[in-house]
């Protein structure tokens, strides 16, 4: 009997959980400098180049290459994030874990760049290409952010919208056929709005008026949209080819901003669909923290029968969110479309569900989730890009990237992450 | 403003759970809707404010008739609730949960905070309720989150007030402050429909008490009537307000606490060395502000909480840190605190809740397999000793009153071989019937030679319970005291001062 005692205690404060963290982050610091600085004198260089490989339309200004001492920056970048650690230790940072964990997860991608870069002298050929890096991950991160936006005006209003993926693949598709059939993009994002609406509508009226389990609906639409796409794919795609050209949108550079080095390529020579999602994402923030509307759908999705009780209608709230929710994801589908051309049943290969991860990441915020998405987006294009830069780490393991951070968050490890409190729970009046 | 009720009717089904109802509210009152759990007091509210529709009868407000399809119809014709479980966001400020609905705005939809603030700044000056515009409402004490919810309904300009079973969730200090409340508000020319099933209360600050029992109107009376007088309205048959008992015989200790400290969620030490002996055959009750550590207390003694030091001893058996399995086999029985949470399944029948901690135990379950016939015989026989009112023991727990879960939980724990018993607040939230049986079992159970340790807030059920009240304060008893002591001495120990002549 007194063998059970004080030290099989389970009931106790969360103080380890910051500590482990720390710990955490310390150790990949460690990790940066000694696994991978200390011992790279056979080859001392990384050589980072600036030039962007396409431009629409004239260069930005030359930046020239940089030549960087590998062991010396990543006995740096080390440090750095070893300080990271240290913080959160120090401080016990609980709130504040999660920034850091983000930092040190792009103070680490810097440093993996710069290891996989090495090489014996300064007078080889740079590969790693920062511009183009960051291009390619913007065009990506956007893909992201537009399904994050839907996500947050979903559960806002406390609908659980998983269905990202299928709105995703709806709105590619349509599309891609609209503006295979009129070569107007601005027809093909209509058509995105209208069927990302439509399934966004399926999904809050079985949700809504049915009081459906919505993880399950969602699912089912995505399977269900999956199926769909497939059908169309091999009768109607296949035998009209004509239907599935494969044109993607032009660039529309901001004359001037593009010819900054760097920022200019990555964020002022894109298609529509950038500068769009980034008036959206300004759009859904001040809607959501700064207006009516966006207090009434925050208590809608936190506690529906105060709202009711003072004159909300909860049904209303959400049929409107989840269809504006659906119709941003469908032109999230177009964007995709618009950048990388022929619609295949797979093309969407999960990006709904990161996208889903990086709104929890984000906390429910539009400007959280445009951090966690650049983060992924960043991460995601390595992982396609890598092995072209003959990095020797797997793709795979890259990929896992965001679920793993995702997984850490949700689970409450790093920092607190709270969803709005009425998220996924139908609602109905006595 | 003058409310006026006229032939109001409701009907769920086969149940009418209001009958015709007409009733008055003057300008300037506090009239008091008094009936037991199930009466009817919330699906008339819950009509009065546009929740529900009444199938037949008609609202007047100051003689004219109005239609209330919503709760904005309601709020917009005057009427202002405080609900009983508060129609606050927990994350939203407490201005923006005071203007929810009715927000003031600039251009471009946006929410207009200054005038915000400075509206609920002139409420609480208006009034005398203090609070921050800009405090999180979560981070509020229930009282202060209460007078958000006035706050916000007078905000919104209400002249009459219903407030549904405001004190259940007070502290005795919070729910003074709010009878204080409610006689400046009636003063200033507010109305106000007060529901309660409390008598004490109901008496002290009402104009007039309207009883009602199964859904009709049995009479209105002043304040001046009797709690027994009261009482008999609202059951419908004399009840004995008193509990009576014989003195004390006890025994030999049968569950000793010795010095224990336990820690609460936050790390902080919520009992502080407590030592506490209940001896077969008498009743010890545990008086003291909510939050004190009793209820962390409870948790430790039944394995809900670890004990960080010290030990409990139960029939001389340490069970300090063991598994609530075995501490329950061991003949501790429990009546916990949130019966909805702690105690029963609300989704399972009341035959299933009935066996919830012994469901292994023969005759229930024979090598991992269970005897569903013995479940459902065991539960028909307790249904029918304990009284329990229940369409079948098949029903789901849900189906029935609160008192009724109470009775449930009661007569599951009582049917067990028991050393000890221990309940907390065992009568919350029951309406005068189910306090006089569930009293009297209790004190069935202390005459049967166990030891009975009761944790109440209601000062009034400590003193008439406990053959011994200890009272606790800051994780620590200040006082050991018989319950002849007086009231006064018992609220100063709860206060943590020690009166003249109590050590």
Redesign the interface.
């Known amino acids: ?2 063998a ?3 030290d ?6 969360p ?1 380890g959980r910051t500590q482990a963290i720390g710990w955490f982050v310390v150790v990949v610091g460690l990790f940066t400098v000694f696994g991978m600085g200390v011992g790279t004198g056979s080859a001392p260089h990384s050589t980072l180049t600036f030039t962007p490989i396409d431009v629409s339309q004239g260069a930005p200004w030359h930046l020239g290459n940089l030549t960087l001492p590998t062991e010396w920056t990543l006995v740096l970048l080390g440090a750095l994030i070893v300080a990271l650690g240290a913080e959160v230790l120090v401080r016990r940072l609980v709130k504040g874990a999660m920034v850091r964990v983000g930092l040190m997860a792009i103070v680490f991608l810097v440093a993996v760049l710069v290891w996989a870069s090495r090489q014996p002298g300064p007078s080889q050929v740079p590969f790693i290409n920062v511009t183009a890096i960051l291009v390619g991950s913007a065009a990506i991160t956007m893909i992201l952010i537009y399904g994050s936006l839907s996500g947050i005006l979903c559960e806002r209003a406390g609908v659980v919208n998983i269905a990202i993926e299928g709105q995703f693949l709806g709105g590619y598709l349509v599309g891609e056929m609209i503006d295979s059939a009129t070569n107007n993009w601005l027809l093909a994002t209509v058509g995105g709005v209208v069927i990302g609406g439509l399934m966004g509508w399926l999904l809050a009226f079985l949700a809504i008026r049915y009081l459906s389990d919505q993880i399950i609906v969602g699912v089912v639409i995505v399977t269900m949209f999956t199926g769909l796409a497939s059908y169309f794919n091999s009768w109607v795609l296949t035998p009209y080819p004509n239907l599935n050209n494969g044109n993607i949108a032009t660039n529309l550079a901001i004359p001037g901003l593009m010819k900054i080095p760097i920022i200019g390529p990555t964020f002022f020579d894109e298609t529509g669909y950038f500068y769009l999602m980034m008036i959206l994402v300004g759009l859904v923030s001040f ?1 959501l923290f ?4 966006g ?2 759908v ?2 809608v999705g ?2 529906p ?8 209608s909860v049904e209303r709230t959400r049929y409107v969110n989840v269809i504006l929710g659906g119709a941003v994801a469908g032109v999230g589908g177009v964007a995709f479309a618009a950048i990388q051309g022929q619609f295949t049943p797979s093309i969407t290969s999960g990006f709904g569900y990161i996208a889903l991860a990086a709104m929890i990441f984000g906390r429910w915020r539009p400007s959280g989730a445009v951090a966690a998405c650049t983060l992924f987006g960043v991460s995601a294009y390595l992982a396609y890009n890598l092995q072209s830069y003959q990095v020797p780490i797997s793709t795979e393991i890259l990929l896992m990237f965001p679920y793993l951070i995702t997984i850490a968050v949700s689970a409450g490890l790093v920092g607190r992450v ?1 969803p709005p ?1 009425a998220d996924g729970i139908p609602y109905s ?2 | 403003m003058r409310l006026e009720l006229r032939g109001i009717t409701k009907k769920f089904g086969s149940l009418t759970a209001n009958d015709h109802i007409d009733l008055v509210v003057e300008p300037g009152q506090i009239h008091c809707l008094l009936g037991e759990n199930g009466a009817g007091k919330s699906t008339l509210m819950n009509v009065l404010f546009g929740l529900l529709q009444a199938d037949e009868g008609e609202i007047l407000i100051d003689g004219e008739p109005v239609r209330l399809a919503n709760s904005g119809d309601a709020v917009r014709r005057g009427i202002g609730m405080v609900h009983q479980h508060f129609m606050l966001v927990p994350v939203f400020t407490v201005a923006e949960n005071v203007v929810l609905g009715f927000e003031p705005t600039r251009s471009l939809d946006r929410l207009d905070y200054a005038r915000a603030r400075e509206d609920i700044r002139s409420v609480s000056r208006e009034f005398g309720l203090e609070v921050d515009p800009d405090a999180t409402v979560e981070s509020l004490p229930i009282g202060l989150q209460q007078r958000v919810e006035i706050i916000k309904a007078l905000g919104h300009d209400a002249q009459l007030l219903i407030l549904d079973e405001p004190t259940a969730v007070l502290t005795p200090q919070e729910a003074d402050a709010l009878m204080g409340i409610m006689r400046s508000l009636a003063a200033s020319g507010k109305s106000i429909l007060f529901i309660s099933h409390k008598l004490k209360e109901v008496r002290h600050v009402s104009d007039v008490i309207t009883v009602i029992r199964a859904g009709r109107v049995i009479g209105s009376v002043p304040p001046s009537a009797t709690e027994s007088e009261l009482a008999a309205m609202m059951v419908g048959r004399e009840v004995s307000l008193v509990v009576d008992k014989t003195t004390a015989a006890p025994r030999e200790p049968l569950l000793e606490v010795r010095d224990l400290v336990v820690r609460d969620d936050r790390g902080l030490p919520v009992v502080d060395g407590v030592s506490l002996e209940v001896r077969a055959g008498e009743i010890v009750a545990l008086a003291g502000v909510q939050g004190n550590g009793q209820t962390e207390l409870v948790e430790a003694i039944t394995g809900l909480r670890h004990v960080e030091s010290g030990s409990v001893l139960l029939a001389g058996r340490d069970i300090t840190n063991r598994s609530p399995r075995d501490i329950l086999d061991a003949g501790l029985g429990h009546i916990p605190e949130d019966r909805q949470r702690d105690g029963v399944v609300l989704s399972m029948s009341v035959a299933d809740n009935m066996v919830l901690n012994t469901p292994r135990r023969p005759p229930f379950a024979r090598r991992g397999t269970r005897n569903l016939r013995a479940v459902r015989d065991h539960a028909e026989s307790l249904v029918e000793s304990f009284d329990v009112r229940t369409s079948s023991v098949d029903a789901p727990l849900s189906s029935l009153s609160g008192g009724n879960q109470q009775k449930v939980i009661v007569a599951r724990e009582l049917s067990r071989p028991l050393q000890a018993l221990v309940a907390s607040q065992p009568t919350r939230g029951l309406d005068v019937g189910s306090i006089e049986y569930v009293h009297r079992e209790i004190v069935r159970v202390r005459d049967e030679g166990h030891a009975v340790l009761i944790v109440s807030s209601e000062l009034d059920e400590v003193m008439a319970l406990g053959d011994r009240v200890a009272v606790m304060f800051q994780g620590r008893i200040t006082g050991v005291v018989d319950p002849s002591t007086s009231r006064e001495d018992v609220g100063l120990l709860m206060t943590g001062s020690a009166p003249a002549g109590i050590a």
């Open positions: 009997m007194t059970v005692t004080a099989a205690a389970t009931v106790r404060p103080l809607a700064k207006t009516r509307w207090l009434r925050r208590a936190e506690h029968q105060a709202a009711a009780s003072v004159g909300i709270r409190a009046r006595e």
